[in-house]
């Protein structure tokens, strides 16, 4: 609707009366007008905004469909067979994972003994078989040691009438006079309290080596798997309209909205996560008890994080009255949440008791002003809880 148009509209509403040969317009007729043009451009707002958010909704499903498509859908290697007569050891088939072969006794390995996930999603070697071996041949152990990574020959030298044999590192001489590796993983990966690796360990020949989880890089100083912010590297799939948000070992895409005008009552976006409401109609009485502003909020979590612990704090800097109230009205997972008040001005959302994840954890919150028992004012904090699947 034009400048124009409107000023018409305004004319036709604003009809004057003629007192005594003077005419002039009642206080009641312009307050009559002025309602009358809020509800129509009130009218005009939402139904360009409706006509705004259902284009959005197209454009964003439209990218969404052709990013999945062109996205990779494997992020796994083919699963590997076991050989007839043989094991299989190891069970991951992700990037970076190795898998070994044994043979049974009285077999030979042919073929690769050990086998990795690459980059493009293909295994390195060869698939090994596991043959009978050459009649009359002696078997050095009853064991599963044939993978010849895992055991090999002692160093044997002769001091006097002493044979000294010794093994190399991350190997130890078992029956048979065989050095035989060290499972690492074995011995120490078991206890929380003596892991070697915070998440995985893979045992390789003489030695070992750690893996993190999609979502995580390897610190190889200290074993430790550090969170790949996605979101600041460009490592995520969220549309223009959405907005990433980095959680451990992952990302999430995210769009706040304002609310629908209801009631007299709108609001508008004053930040990506920021919504103001609009100024009142003098006779509205709905909404002026509707939410000041409304926030969205989004935090990461670890998994099995140790409480209490406060998680968000809320405050106003334009305080007015004599008092503010804090409480939970409503989201979903939030029993292990409560809200405190840690001063005269400051509310604090607390976690009360460790969550396991992944999970999802939905609260809103709402700050009261009053004075005197008097409603000042309503703020409505949305946050939500992004809890890993991993404790780091």
């Not at 284009?55 to 067979?81: F, I, R, Y």
């Not at 994972?97 to 003994?113: D, K, N, T, V, W």
């Not at 004053?270 to 909404?287: G, I, L």
Request: charged share 20%.
């Amino acid at each position: 609707m034009t400048p124009k148009v409107l000023a018409l509209l305004v004319l036709s509403l604003l009809q004057p009366h003629s007192t005594g040969g003077q005419v002039c317009v009642t206080k009641h007729q312009v307050m009559s007008a002025v309602r009358q043009m809020q509800k129509v451009l009130s009218t005009q707002e939402a139904t360009y905004l409706q006509g705004v958010r259902s284009m959005k909704k197209v454009l964003t499903a439209l990218q969404s469909d052709l990013q999945k498509q062109a996205s990779k859908s494997n992020e796994t290697c083919p699963a590997l067979g076991t050989p007839a007569n043989g094991k299989k050891l190891g069970k991951k088939a992700a990037v970076g994972h190795e898998i070994h072969f044994l043979c049974a006794p009285g077999f030979q390995l042919l073929g690769s003994e050990s086998r990795m996930c690459l980059e493009n999603r293909t295994w390195s070697g060869q698939q090994p078989t596991c043959k009978p071996e050459v009649s009359g041949a002696q078997t050095r152990s009853r064991d599963w040691v044939t993978n010849s990574s895992f055991s090999r020959q002692p160093r044997c030298a002769d001091s006097g009438s002493s044979r000294q044999c010794t093994c190399d590192s991350g190997f130890r001489i078992k029956a048979g006079g065989i050095c035989q590796d060290v499972d690492e993983c074995e011995l120490f990966q078991v206890n929380r309290e003596s892991r070697i690796c915070i998440h995985e360990c893979i045992n390789t020949p003489g030695s070992y080596r750690c893996i993190c989880p999609t979502g995580y890089l390897l610190n190889t100083e200290v074993n430790s798997c550090e969170d790949v912010d996605e979101c600041a590297n460009n490592q995520n799939n969220c549309s223009r309209s959405e907005m990433c948000i980095n959680v451990y070992g992952g990302f999430q895409c995210v769009r706040p909205e304002c609310p629908k005008p209801r009631l007299n009552t709108s609001y508008v976006k004053t930040s990506n996560y920021q919504c103001e409401r609009n100024p009142c109609p003098m006779d509205s009485k709905s909404c002026q008890l509707s939410a000041n502003s409304i926030s969205y909020h989004y935090l990461p979590l670890h998994s099995n994080r140790s409480a209490p612990k406060v998680l968000f704090t809320m405050s106003t800097s334009h305080f007015m009255g004599d008092s503010l109230r804090f409480a939970i009205t409503g989201g979903k997972g939030h029993s292990s949440l409560a809200v405190e008040r840690s001063d005269r001005y400051t509310g604090v959302l607390t976690l009360t008791s460790p969550v396991i994840g992944p999970a999802t954890l939905e609260v809103e919150l709402e700050m009261t002003e009053m004075s005197r028992k008097t409603l000042l004012g309503r703020h409505i904090f949305h946050v939500t809880i992004f809890v890993s699947q991993y404790d780091f």
